[in-house]
Every structure is written in structure tokens, then in C-alpha cells.
T-cell receptor, first 114, second 115 residues
Framework: DGGITQSPKYLFRKEGQNVTLSCEQN?????MYWYRQDPGQGLRLIYY???????QKGDIAEGYSVSREKKESFPLTVTSAQKNPTAFYLC?????????????FGSGTRLTVV | AQSVTQLDSHVSVSEGTPVLLRCNYS??????LFWYVQHPNKGLQLLLKYTSAATLVKGINGFEAEFKKSETSFHLTKPSAHMSDAAEYFCVVSEGSGGYNKLIFGAGTRLAVHP
């Protein structure tokens, strides 16, 4: 079955560490997105990529970095510069550049700073 | 810029009674609108979408939503709630800019269903 796989499901980070969240899709979608979800705030866009080797900052990109070396993969690195990284992170994809068909979401990674 | 307001952060209903989750949007264009559902610690699942076809949109699991341009609303309804409907629901608008569209999410409405 086609879909988006996020791993790990739970991740713990020590202060000052960088961590990388994995997102892989086998839907042949062109565009991929990373969202951060905090309680009562809906989803906020971190980064997005419309094609391989290209990505754009979203609304809250500070302290995060991404790469898009393959169409199937869009990993997110949470750097030590992100002061409040504890959150639920969701990866999504859609075909083409239009969101009019909606997004397909992964099942999320919950990141906790310890 | 487009925005979405979900009018209730929490809604509680009894099993078998109707569900109404309210959503208002602001948009400069003819919007594309969506409702997504999220169960605890899960990703989001698309319930239904409006993309300028019929104003009454039917989705999965018995949900439907009506697009009312005059009221800038896109409320989600279901005639009879089931225990499995307990989840968080997000109203979403598609925003276009320079050929690229992105989704703008409401803050969410948590639906509780009581026996």
C-alpha cells in the first residue's frame, strides 16, 4: 500500500543535541511538507519542498533544517538552535504543487527534550 | 492572507445525537476547504473536501459539510455520533501564492462522545 512512513514514532533529545526525523513516501508525490503540532495551536508549517533539491522555509523554520536529495525522502533535522523542540511532528505530501486535492499525512513523530 | 477559525475548541455530544463542528474562513479567492480528523498520537486523515463543485460535500464515516459563501462558513455535521468519532477535527483552507498552494489549519475542535 502507498503511504508516508515517519520514524521513529517517539524520540528523546538531550539539550544541545541535533536529531533527525525521517519521512519516506512511496506515493510518487512531488511535494512534501513538515508541520509542527502543539496543543491548541493546530499545525504550523516548518519547511516544504516542491521538487528534488529544492525546499522553502515555512512559517516557523528557525532551528530546523531539511534536505530533499530524493523524491521519496524529506528528512527534518531539529538543531540545538530550536529552543522549544518538544512537539508532535507531522510529514505530509501531495502530488504537484497544488494542495487542492488535500495532503496525505504520516503518523507522526513525538519529540521530547529530556 | 487566508485564515480559518474553528469556533469551538471542545464539543461534547451523546452517542446517537447529531454532531456540529463550526468553521469560518476568510479568503480572497474561491477557496478549497477541507476537514481532517486526527485520533490520539496519529496522523491526520482527510474526511472531505470542497473544491468549487457541489456546495454540500459528503465525506467518509457519515460526515458532511456545507459550503456557504454568504456566511463564509464550512461547518461539519453528522446525523448520529458514534463512540469512534471521538477525535480532534481540523478545518483547513488551501492558500495559493505564486503558483504554489499550501494548507492553512484551524486550531482544531476536540470532539468527545459520551455513552
Amino acid at each position: 500500500d502507498g503511504g508516508i512512513t515517519q520514524s521513529p514514532k517517539y524520540l528523546f533529545r538531550k539539550e544541545g543535541q541535533n536529531v533527525t526525523l525521517s519521512c519516506e513516501q512511496n506515493l510518487n508525490h512531488d511535494a512534501m511538507y513538515w508541520y509542527r503540532q502543539d496543543p491548541g495551536q493546530g499545525l504550523r508549517l516548518i519547511y516544504y519542498s516542491q521538487i528534488v533539491n529544492d525546499f522553502q522555509k515555512g512559517d516557523i523554520a528557525e532551528g530546523y533544517s531539511v534536505s530533499r536529495e530524493k523524491k521519496e525522502s524529506f528528512p527534518l533535522t531539529v538543531t540545538s538552535a530550536q529552543k522549544n523542540p518538544t512537539a508532535f511532528y507531522l510529514c505530509a505530501s501531495t502530488s504537484g504543487g497544488s494542495s487542492n486535492y488535500g495532503y496525505t499525512f504520516g503518523s507522526g513523530t513525538r519529540l521530547t527534550v529530556v | 492572507a487566508q485564515s480559518v477559525t474553528q469556533l469551538d475548541s471542545h464539543v461534547s455530544v451523546s452517542e446517537g445525537t447529531p454532531v456540529l463542528l463550526r468553521c469560518n474562513y476568510s479568503s480572497s479567492y474561491s477557496p478549497s476547504l477541507f476537514w481532517y480528523v486526527q485520533h490520539p498520537n496519529k496522523g491526520l486523515q482527510l474526511l472531505l473536501k470542497y473544491t468549487s463543485a457541489a456546495t454540500l460535500v459528503k465525506g467518509i464515516n457519515g460526515f458532511e459539510a456545507e459550503f456557504k459563501k454568504s456566511e463564509t462558513s464550512f461547518h461539519l455535521t453528522k446525523p448520529s455520533a458514534h463512540m469512534s468519532d471521538a477525535a480532534e477535527y481540523f478545518c483547513v483552507v488551501s492558500e495559493g501564492s505564486g503558483g504554489y498552494n499550501k494548507l492553512i489549519f484551524g486550531a482544531g475542535t476536540r470532539l468527545a462522545v459520551h455513552p
